[in-house]
């Protein structure tokens, strides 16, 4: 019981009183989350890919295969836009576009094999990142962080159900 008590009193030394928490959390995670993208950035340019390309791969396995006019929308992009990045990446074998038989208007992508093997990689590279940077933490550093980034989870997937009223 007494670690928990040494913890609570060495967070709440850490923090600055004259700041505001929130704003503070808010300032030191944008700085963490564009940390960790330079990272990211830096092992895809070496592999030819841009984020911008990541994240249509990341769109599609998160929601499966899907039309190149929802997919535009997704990224909020003109159809053009979306057109012209998946152009690139079907021709490196990251994506794959089918018509539907039914109305061959209608263009669905979806993410390859390939694809799929360039996001396993990036994430098993981000996971090693991380565990370099925390194992740089002391074991009760590491116990506090734990328990803030389970509860901010799920207080972000509580915001983001469908009955949530607004997200307070």
């Known amino acids: 019981m007494m670690i ?31 940390a960790m993208k330079c990272a990211m950035s830096e092992r895809l340019v070496r592999l030819g890919i841009s984020m911008a390309q990541l994240n249509i791969m990341y769109v599609l396995q998160r929601n499966g295969e899907m039309p190149m006019s929802r997919l535009a929308d997704v990224l909020n992009v003109s159809l053009s836009n979306a057109s012209g990045l998946v152009d690139r990446m079907e021709e490196r074998g990251f994506i794959e576009r089918t018509r539907v038989a039914e109305d061959r208007r209608v ?17 098993a590279l981000s996971d090693e990142l991380m565990r370099d940077v925390l194992g740089r933490l002391e074991p009760a550093q590491l116990v506090i962080i734990a328990g803030a980034v389970s509860d901010f989870r799920s207080a972000l997937e509580s915001r983001n159900r469908p009955e949530s009223s607004g997200g307070n």
């Open 4 to 34: 928990h008590v040494t913890m609570i009193v060495d967070v709440t030394r850490s923090i600055d009183l004259g700041e505001e928490p929130t704003e503070r959390i808010i300032a030191d995670f944008r700085a963490t989350i564009g």
């Open 107 to 123: 263009v669905l992508v979806r993410v390859t094999n390939a694809g799929s093997r360039v996001i396993e990689e990036n994430d």
